[in-house]
Structure formats: structure tokens, C-alpha cells
């Protein structure tokens, strides 16, 4: 895995050590800021089941303010702050957070932390999605900027609902195996 573009390009980073671990391909990634590229620009980035991190960190490495790490396995936020050393990323621009996806946005809301720009969201994809996506469409106002958007990639088998609460599916993109899908905050 390396970082595709940005001030952090060409970093190689460490891969997780598991094969139950499925990181982003590069490819994907590709795809993905190519067309978060618009909106990319001094956001604050949620990356959700951030496994090693290279998503967040490619966000960071394409000029996004700061990055919000979430994993349940400790391993994987040892390995996140591994990558993150290895690409030399401030500390002020990052956090991680050992936690359950869905833990994570109950006690983001609860502690009023902050909100987000935009939100990855990358399950194992055996996962149910639906919780976590319950919790960012019903809790747009303490978990999402204004015109936040939410990014979750899941087996293109897997159909996710076009309306989640607030949350409005705006584009689908499959490649491979693998599908992005993008949501908005309905007006």
C-alpha cells in the first residue's frame, strides 16, 4: 500500500498483518479522491473502521485539515500510528480512537466533539452496515457539517438504501468487487 498523491506521495505503508483485514485497494482509492478531489480541501475527515489507516491519511495527504481514525482492534490503531509516523503527519491534525464504529458516533454525540466534513465508512463486509448508518442519518446535526458527505464502500452485491434518516444516496460506484456509495443530507 502508498499513499497515491498529495505531500505524502509515494509513502509506502504498512500493511496489516491479518488477511482478515481488507484494506482499500489502491485503485479504489484512486477512484475515490478522484472524486472527493472537489471537496477534499482543509475538511475534517472521519475515517470509520480506518483498519490501516491509508485512507485518512491519503485525505490528510490531499489536503484535508485533520483526520478522525476509528477502529475497534487495538492492533489496527497501533498500526494506524505507525503509518502516521511513517508518513511524519503532525499529531494536531489526527486522532484515533479504539472504539466500535457505532460506539464511536453514540459517544461522539453524546460528548458533542465535533462534526465532520466528510465520512468513510468501511466495514469488514460480512458487517451490518445498518447501525452505523442509522446513527450518521439520524444525528446529522452533531455528527455532519452542512454539506457533509458520507462515502461507504461495501461488496457491490450488498444494495444499501437509497434514504437513511437525513442521509440521501446520491451516486453509486462499482469497481471490481467493490462498490462506493455516496451520501448527502437531504434538504
Not at 9 to 19: V, Y
Not at 42 to 55: I, N, Q, W
Not at 65 to 82: N, P, Q, W, Y
Not at 125 to 154: C, F, M, R, S
Request: glycine share 6%; with cysteine.
Amino acid at each position: 500500500m502508498r499513499i497515491i498523491a498529495g505531500i505524502y506521495k509515494g509513502r509506502h505503508l504498512k500493511s496489516p498483518p491479518s488477511l482478515d483485514i481488507r484494506p482499500t485497494s489502491d485503485r479504489l482509492r484512486e477512484t475515490l479522491f478522484n472524486i472527493l478531489a472537489p471537496y477534499i480541501d482543509e475538511v475534517r475527515f472521519l475515517d470509520l473502521c480506518a483498519g490501516s489507516g491509508a485512507v485518512g491519511i491519503e485525505a490528510l495527504s490531499r489536503g484535508a485539515a485533520h483526520a478522525t481514525f476509528v477502529d475497534r482492534s487495538r492492533k489496527m490503531c497501533g498500526l494506524i500510528e505507525a503509518n502516521l509516523d511513517l508518513c511524519r503527519v503532525p499529531e494536531e491534525q489526527t486522532e484515533i480512537f479504539n472504539m466500535e464504529a457505532a460506539d464511536f458516533l453514540r459517544f461522539a454525540v453524546a460528548k458533542r466533539l465535533q462534526t465532520w466534513d466528510l465520512v468513510f465508512f468501511d466495514p469488514p463486509y460480512k458487517q451490518d452496515y445498518a447501525n452505523v448508518l442509522e446513527l450518521l442519518g439520524t444525528n446529522v446535526e452533531d455528527l455532519l457539517k452542512d454539506d457533509a458527505l458520507i462515502v461507504v464502500e461495501h461488496h457491490h452485491k450488498n444494495r444499501l438504501p437509497g434514504i437513511i434518516g437525513d442521509l440521501k444516496q446520491s451516486r453509486v460506484v462499482k469497481q471490481g468487487d467493490s462498490s462506493l456509495s455516496f451520501y448527502r443530507v437531504q434538504e
